[in-house]
């Protein structure tokens, strides 16, 4: 069954640096979301992409993130200049239109 | 209440046994969505319910949904202790829309 990959798989960087978290969508997939989830928290939706903007987003999504889909294939989640709260796992979705979103296995962030 | 809250929080039972596992929601909803994590991994779709169905099945999970009390469950009969995992539901107000994850509900089956 194709698969969203996410990399990498963890990643460890200092407060105030810019990171980017990378997802290989399903090859049909048109609508592409980032969720993340904070240790022991519920997942939570930071924003849908499609045709190329930003559908929607939540209130997390401030202006330290932003995502893109640099070469057509690839679809990334920037964080700009990271806190100590934006340690979570990071997860990438896409979806077709039709069957049921498709997760990653996501990208555990952790911020020191 | 919030949005996809799950009842209970956690629940261990012996393998065999049947789970059950309870959410409820507060706005209008087009689908409902049920999702297994196993600890520090990613999000495993189980099984999708529209907002016009009832109950669907999947092997050995039932899942109901009533709209009028904004609730669903899903239930695992002959558990295993693969079945040991984290259980949410999510809710998307449209197809493609962004989903409304509840806090979840921590299964254990015991061997």
């Known amino acids: 069954e194709p698969e969203v990959t996410q990399t990498p798989s963890h990643q460890v960087t200092q407060m105030g640096q810019e990171v980017i978290l990378r997802c290989v969508p399903i090859s049909n997939h048109l609508y592409f979301y980032w969720y993340r989830q904070i240790l022991g928290q519920k997942v939570e939706f930071l924003v849908s992409?499609?045709?190329?903007?930003?559908?929607?987003k939540s209130e997390i999504f401030d202006d330290q993130f932003s995502v893109e889909r640099p070469d057509g294939s690839n679809f990334t989640l920037k964080i700009r200049s990271t806190k100590l709260e934006d340690s979570a796992m990071y997860f990438c979705?896409?979806?077709?239109?039709?069957?049921?979103?498709?997760f990653g296995n996501g990208t555990r962030l952790t911020v020191t | 209440s919030q949005q996809g809250e799950e009842d209970p929080q956690a629940l261990s039972i012996q393998e065999g046994e049947n789970a059950t596992m309870n959410c409820s929601y507060k706005t209008s909803i087009n689908n409902l969505q049920w999702y297994r994590q196993n600890s520090g991994r990613g999000l495993v779709h189980l099984i999708l319910?529209?907002?016009?169905?009832r109950e669907k099945h999947s092997g050995r999970l039932r899942v109901t949904l009533d709209t009028s009390k904004k609730s669903s469950s899903l239930l695992i009969t002959a558990s295993r202790a693969a079945d040991t995992a984290s259980y949410f539901c999510a809710t998307g107000e449209t197809s493609g829309s962004r989903l409304t994850f509840g806090e979840g509900t921590q299964l254990t089956v015991n061997p």
């Open positions: 992409f499609y045709n190329n903007e930003i559908s929607e």
């Open positions: 319910i529209r907002s016009n169905e």
């Open positions: 979705a896409t979806f077709d239109g039709g069957s049921p979103l498709h």
